[in-house]
């Protein structure tokens, strides 16, 4: 109970800090828009199937298995590695049917990157074909049968210093097993799959197998502009927005999605009024896609839309700035970089989700169009 007193205490002290640092606006300024934004409360709910990440490690350094678990029904699959090698290798995504019945996996939606040494452009792109769900494939597997899924040959052949970076979503009626793997150029994978080592986790440890791999945040009340001012939810911060936590299936270890990559998120919004709403970087370098739904309508938005990547020039916070905002109170400033998301009055919803090599957490800003 003390430390949940001195926590809180600190909380308030460093919010109290952080207002004192706002310039006030005089009486003949009052209609100068305000620079403060308040934190919106939000709703949050876990749901769906499995979520399998894949990188760790994200500098492979020798031929191996990445990761593999054993997974029914609605899945996700979500890699990122490099080559980190002096030698071309190929990357490897491999399903096993477990059980005696012959069996189909559905690939519903998905993104793929050509191997690039661009880390921006690989999370960018892979995002935006994600989100544009023009995606479909079906892996037919006999019984007991291993298969490699290969839709574009020449895009598992990394050479040194190249990275791939992939998602997407399937399900299968019966157990499958997946096997991620990086081997010689001139292998047969199914055959090095049958020697291969399961390669051991780096320090960031981003691995494992999610359980609910979907979050909705919904605001509690709806937003009005003219009594609420400039406001923001925060996504991926590990206070307000949690990380998820799984388990390693190559050990049993638990570990922790730092960044919830893969988890894929629904932001439903009601507002009173034309509301603008913006996506600003908290954590540096950033870029990615999200998708809006809008009365029928629907479209993707890259994250910055007119550049590759942006929230280089956000300075650092420090840890009183950081609590603050945490706990409710953040600042607008001339070095706060927003991505346009369009302005909507009434119900609006994005599908958002962290994009590979960016930086977290966000903010989604929201404030009236005028």
Do not use: W
Request: proline residues 5%.
């Amino acid at each position: 109970m003390n430390f949940l007193k001195k926590f809180f205490a600190a909380l308030v002290a460093a919010a109290t800090s952080f207002i004192a640092l706002i310039p006030t606006t005089s009486a003949e300024n009052k209609n100068f828009p305000s620079t403060v934004m308040h934190k919106l409360e939000v709703y949050s709910q876990d749901s769906g199937g499995t979520l399998i990440f894949s990188d760790s490690p994200e500098y492979v350094q020798r031929n191996g298995i990445l990761y593999t678990d054993t997974v029914t029904g609605d899945a996700r699959l979500l890699f990122y590695h490099l080559n980190d090698t002096g030698v071309k290798k190929r990357f490897a995504i491999i399903f096993e049917n477990t059980s005696d019945k012959k069996t189909v996996v559905e690939i519903t939606r998905g993104g793929l990157t050509a191997p690039n040494k661009n880390y921006f452009s690989v999370g960018k792109i892979a995002q935006t074909m994600y989100m544009e769900n023009d995606f479909s494939d079906r892996i037919e597997l006999d019984r007991y049968e291993r298969k490699v899924y290969c839709p574009h040959e020449k895009i598992f052949l990394l050479k040194p210093g190249q990275l791939i970076h992939g998602v997407c979503d399937f399900k299968s009626a019966t157990p499958v097993r997946i096997f991620l793997m990086m081997y010689p150029e001139h292998a047969n994978p199914l055959e090095f799959l049958n020697r291969a080592e399961i390669l051991p986790k780096d320090e960031q440890r981003l691995r494992g197998t999610f359980k609910k791999m979907n979050r909705t945040l919904t605001l509690k009340q709806p937003y009005d502009g003219e009594r609420d001012g400039l406001c923001y939810i925060l996504i991926g911060d590990n206070v307000n927005d949690l990380f998820k936590h799984g388990i390693d299936a190559t050990d049993g270890s638990e570990v922790i999605n730092y960044g919830n990559y893969g988890i894929n998120y629904t932001l439903n919004f009601r507002t009173k009024f034309l509301t603008r709403f913006c996506l600003s970087p908290l954590g540096g370098h950033y870029a990615g896609a999200l998708r809006y739904k809008y009365y029928g309508t629907s479209g993707v938005i890259q994250t910055p839309e007119h550049k590759l990547y942006f929230g280089d020039k956000t300075p650092p916070e420090n840890p009183n700035v950081s609590q603050a905002r945490e706990a409710g109170i953040s600042l607008m400033t001339d070095t706060t970089e927003l991505s346009e998301l369009g302005s909507y009055r009434g119900q609006v919803s994005f599908e958002y989700s962290p994009p590979g090599a960016s930086n977290l957490p966000v903010n989604i800003v929201l404030m009236p169009t005028n």
